[in-house]
């Protein structure tokens, strides 16, 4: 190999020996709470089913303009709204929701259902705490 090949590939070496590491020391942990409750968005207490428990996280896409079918929960879940804007109504109560918002739907709720008044796709990420056989939802 020619010296001229070779003194390139030394500069190479020793640039990237003496680079400065990024530092993870000045990197921490965070945990921030998105929410906490023992009632469900209707203000209704949630309990939780009996039988052999299962938890289900569910990752829900909800196309532009669509809406669910009216529906209740047999056990109680998280919601946290990862991308779009929702309407959720209950009745007269209605509700709306953006990405980074989050909330508790109670087993005791009564029916709603959830739209996507946004111009994209919706996506939800939802934790169930229920039990092995049982719906997440029950249309009405």
Request: a positive charge.
């Amino acid at each position: 190999m020619k010296l001229k090949n070779i003194v390139p590939c030394i500069f190479l070496f020793i640039g990237t020996a003496v680079l400065q590491k990024p530092s993870f020391a000045e990197e921490k942990i965070e945990v921030v709470p998105l929410i906490q409750s023992s009632e469900g968005l209707s203000g209704k207490k949630f309990n939780y089913p009996d039988g052999k428990p299962e938890l289900r996280l569910l990752k829900v896409k909800i196309p532009a303009g669509l809406e669910t079918p009216i529906h209740t929960h047999p056990s109680p879940m998280l919601i946290h709204v990862t991308r779009g804007r929702l309407k959720h109504v209950r009745g007269e109560e209605i509700n709306f929701f953006k990405a980074g918002d989050a909330f508790i739907e109670s087993n005791n709720g009564s029916a709603h259902y959830v739209k996507n008044v946004g111009k994209k796709p919706a996506i939800l990420h939802v934790g169930v705490v229920s039990v092995v056989g049982m719906p997440t939802a029950i249309n009405k």
